[in-house]
T-cell receptor, first 115, second 113 residues
């Protein structure tokens, strides 16, 4: 699989502001993308996903945008709260045809919310 | 809400010793995975498991590693002879279907001395 990377390793935002976390991917065969949140000492927690046939998906306070032309993925968090402070990973899913899927993760962006 | 659980939360072992990391996937899930995360690095795929056999494995998953589903609820990762570089967080994940989202456990922090 090809690499998934993140543009910004750290991001500090004021409480109440919107956050945007970016991710670049390079595997054009990936059909599904996921954003995970990882708090200190915990496992990755699913936030939102998007399939490659979509360009936008909205959840509660979060929106994921997919631009396949430039292979770019972003996570937008509206009205960022202190509880949003964590490391955010994007992951791309791809299959080698063996009957299962692998996830390739980016290194992560640390989001710090300033009260 | 059902969740993936892992035991132990922390494991310290001597180099060369065998360790078994345990996971209880979400009960109606059929696909199981192990990942690891070395401190400060990316989460890396190790292996996927379905229908009592390995579906896919990465280059990391060499002969020192094995997985097993010994009963209807547990999913284990065994490292036969641990090396210093095996020190990492090990995450188990499960999914209902191969195309469904994978849900992660809290991880086991393994320290090899």
């Amino acid at each position: 699989g090809e690499s998934v990377g993140l543009h910004l390793p750290t991001l500090s935002v004021q409480e109440g502001d919107n956050s945007i976390i970016n991710c670049a991917y390079s595997n054009s065969a990936s059909d599904y993308f996921i954003w995970y949140k990882q708090e200190s000492g915990k496992g990755p927690q699913f936030i939102i996903d998007i399939r490659s046939n979509m360009d936008k998906r909205q959840g509660q306070r979060v929106t994921v945008l997919l631009n396949k032309t430039v292979k770019h993925l972003s996570l937008q968090i509206a009205a960022t709260q202190p509880g949003d402070s964590a490391v955010y990973f994007c992951a791309e899913r791809w299959s080698s045809g063996a009957g299962s899927y692998q996830l390739t993760f980016g290194k992560g962006t640390k989001l710090s919310v300033i009260p | 809400e059902p969740e993936v659980t892992q035991t132990p939360s922390h494991q310290v072992t001597q180099m060369g010793q065998e360790v078994i990391l345990r996971c209880v996937p979400i009960s109606n899930h059929l696909y199981f995975y192990w990942y690891r995360q070395i401190l400060g690095q990316k989460v890396e795929f190790l292996v996927s498991f379905y229908n009592n056999e390995i579906s896919e494995k990465s280059e990391i998953f060499d002969d020192q590693f094995s997985v097993e589903r010994p009963d209807g609820s547990n999913f284990t990762l065994k490292i036969r002879s641990t090396k210093l570089e095996d020190s990492a967080m090990y995450f188990c994940a499960s999914g209902k279907d191969r195309q469904e989202t994978q849900y992660f456990g809290p991880g086991t922090r393994l320290l090899v001395l």
